[in-house]
């Protein structure tokens, strides 16, 4: 019986893949999950996205969304913790959707969760930067000392977790666009400084080995060696 499902997936034009369908499939997951069946991975690429947390301030979003909507970028408004940020090419998104009991041996594990979540943040960044470092407080994500490049917000539904941590890979012209990410006007960072294709999926790959290695991999569960590819595959 598979303990955990990995799903990567990117959007294009040809093969549209939104924020709201990755928060759709993130429910049918945690559903399942609830019901005794296994949890899954969701690493994604999606379509350019401000996504509006609940803690989102009136000042947050600086340009009016008819704008955003004219350069491509969509408003989501979302129940996970936290506040306004940005998704979209050259960021990875990454949901760790199961029960708190599995995930972190502690059914009101959300403080674990989180810093399970930081801590992926961390091990990739330090691949490719090494003064990658964990913030707490008004700051908290996961910084290079040229700025922030993962940011986590989460929320449990029925024992749950729900979404997690974003990624920055490499800049594109819509990243960040028109928003204080997070409330505040700090710089963002991205890991990337050769945005190839073949760099950017060996980032999935990095992603998904960390995340399993801090919550499927305890006890018996062994994970296989990490897939960057598209589509989903099954861990048994």
């Known amino acids: ?17 939104t924020y709201g369908m990755m928060d759709l499939r993130q429910r049918e997951i945690a559903d399942r999950a609830r019901g005794g069946g296994p949890g899954g991975l969701l690493i994604s690429e999606v379509a350019p996205v401000i996504t509006l947390g609940r803690r989102t301030g009136a000042g947050d979003v600086v340009l009016p969304e008819s704008v955003l909507r004219e350069k491509g970028v969509d408003l989501h408004t979302t129940d996970r913790g936290g506040m306004a940020t940005y998704h979209g090419t050259g960021q ?19 403080r674990k969760a989180v810093e399970a979540l930081l801590e992926v943040g961390l091990e990739v960044g330090l691949s490719y930067d090494s003064s990658s470092h964990i913030r707490e407080g008004t700051e908290v994500g996961v910084w290079t000392d040229n700025g922030k490049f993962a940011a986590c917000g989460v929320h449990i539904v029925d024992g749950v977790l729900l979404h997690g941590l ?41 992603i998904e080995k960390s995340v399993f290695a801090r919550f499927w991999e305890q006890g018996s569960l062994v994970a296989q060696a990490a897939q960057a590819e598209i589509g989903s595959s099954d861990r048994d």
């Open 92 to 110: 990875w998104v990454v949901f760790a959707v199961d029960t708190l009991e599995r995930l972190t041996g502690d059914r009101r594990g959300v």
């Open 166 to 206: 974003a990624i920055n890979a490499f800049k594109t012209p819509t990243s960040f666009l028109g928003i204080r990410p997070c409330g505040s006007d700090k710089p963002v960072e991205f890991l990337l400084k050769d945005p190839t294709e073949k760099a950017f999926l060996e980032m999935a790959s990095r």
């Open 1 to 17: 019986m598979a303990q955990a499902i990995v799903e990567i997936r990117r959007h294009s034009p040809a093969n549209p893949w």
